[in-house]
């Protein structure tokens, strides 16, 4: 069935739009880094008590099988139906520019755990959605066999996963990312690795700080974080 000459027009433009988010780093980066979150939640999400059976089951000449059951959430099986389908949850994200540096991440619209999100500093629409998306699909086409071979051992945090698979691995990231990702509209990696810093700075002065502070003092402009 041929299409129409307005149908080869959007088909083009959007190919167009495609190949320039191909060439757009932060894009990549950090929809590689959102696939990672959205994956490793989903693992989360499984019982561990949950097993399978992996292994060969053909018969030895003495009788028996050599199999062994691990969870079922690190399994071969549940990785790879997860990675065809995870690029699926890229429109429950938006642009988030941080207004000072102009960097470009990707927060989540939608509660995981039904908080109120903030959505300020944001930008939604629906070639947003598709370029992440597009973006998600070709980190996955090639690196799939390294995603699952990563998720099926357990041990690694979230920035861990991220700086294996986006830094090492496929090289689309060029920063490791913060140990703590904030996935909230209003909220960035940078503001992130600010509060980690602040809070094992407070707990390396201890109480003999706080008790510095004079009785019923508010904290001063500089301790207080503020949402971007």
Known sequence: ?????????????????????????????????????????????????????????????????????IPYARSEVYLTELVETVCERMNQYAQSTNPQTQKKTYVRTSSRNGETLSLSNISMNQDISKALRFACESIIEDFEDDIVKLFSKEGPKLHELQNSLCLDTAELCTEPAAEKQVTKPGENAETAEAETTEAETIETEGTETESSKPEGSQPEAGEIHEDL
């Open 1 to 69: 069935m041929l299409m129409s000459f307005g149908e080869v027009l959007t088909v083009f433009a959007l190919f167009l739009a495609f190949c320039s988010a191909k060439r757009d780093a932060e894009l990549y980066c950090g929809a590689c880094h959102v696939l990672v979150d959205e994956i490793d939640y989903a693992i989360k999400q499984i019982d561990p008590r949950k097993t399978i059976q992996v292994g060969s089951f053909r018969v030895d000449p003495k009788g028996d099988q050599k199999t062994w059951e």
